[in-house]
């Protein structure tokens, strides 16, 4: 810490934790879109199932050290702003639908692109704008009008209400979620036969976890200085972009490390698969739906706090209230978004 500047230290714990979500997502087929699509249309959970296991890893890591005092829950944002339901839901379907055009959430566009797919750079470039121009930019009035964030009165996380009603313990409240979620996961029995699979599963659970961690330790070092956070790519897509081309933007941040990193374990595992290869879209009108899709997810990302990997998995591991509601529109809008690609809306 004395010799490392704390943006930078963020940086890196992001850029490590960052690699193991995109070497999960070239080796272990980690992708929300992927998971739904294959889930509702191929009859195929294994991927869904991956869900499970990640968020029960992530959820028992997260709590156990939150009760030790090792990891500040409610300086997250999840916490630390007043939930809006609006929000959550208008902001994740949004989301939703804009991720079933565009093919992918911002993350799958990092580890896509990690593998040579130029649309995917096309995708996380709008995003970053979009998002931006929604946090703060010209929508940014209109989303303060419409969303206005307020601090919270300390009651948003789902351990805390359950404790209160059932006056059992929050830690094991948190434990019992964490159980349910990981045993739905594990107990599928497709899924058992695919230990790799449930091996990435785990290593994205303890990497949000360790993402937390580390930011929550820094951030206590440093009086606050550096936030306390976790993986989403939505806002630090822009952050990211921008640093790239002015060093602005907070400067190098947890955000910046975890977008690269994202990217480089995404590189990594595509040549480990022998799987790299650069692409292109040959098809513009594909392209036009790819780029009104980011858009939607810029907006819809920002306005929700989060994508399916900040709300999904990083806000699921604090136990907010917010986190399954907003994954819960996001999978609505994606269901709804494919629909309308694959069946058109037409009756079965």
Known sequence: METIPPGALAALIGLVTGSVLGLAARLGDFCTLGALETAVWGGDQRRLRMWGVILGTAIAATS???????IDTGATIYHAIRWNPTAS??????FGYGMALAGNCG??????????????????VVISIFGFVTLSGPLAPLRDLAFPQEPSDGLQSLTVSAAQVTGLPALAVALAI???????????????????RIGWAVAVGLAVTAAL????????????????????????????????MTSSAGGLSFSVGSVL????????????????????????????????????????????????????????????????????????????????????????
């Open 89 to 94: 839901v208008l902001g994740g379907v949004t």
């Open 178 to 196: 964490a159980a349910a979620a990981f045993g739905w996961g594990i107990l599928h029995r497709p899924m058992r036969s695919e230990p790799h």
């Open 213 to 244: 961690w580390g930011t929550s330790a820094i951030s206590h070092a440093t009086l606050g200085a550096v936030a306390v956070e976790g993986h989403t790519f939505t806002a630090p897509l822009g952050r990211t972009l921008l640093w790239m």
């Open 107 to 124: 993350f799958g566009a990092l580890a896509r692109f990690g593998g040579g797919d130029l649309r995917s750079l096309v995708i996380v």
């Open 261 to 348: 990193g994202v990217l480089a374990g995404a590189w990594l595992g595509s040549r480990r698969k022998r799987s790299f290869r650069w692409e292109a879209c040959e098809d513009p009108r594909e392209l036009g739906r790819q780029v009104g899709g980011a858009a939607l997810m810029g907006v819809g990302g920002v306005v929700a706090l989060g994508c399916s990997v900040g709300q999904g998995i990083t806000a699921f591991a604090t136990l907010a209230w917010s986190a399954p509601v907003t994954l819960a529109a996001i999978s609505a809008g994606a269901v709804f978004g494919l629909r309308r690609l694959i069946a058109g809306f037409q009756p079965d």
């Open 64 to 70: 156990l050290l939150a009760a030790a005092g090792q």
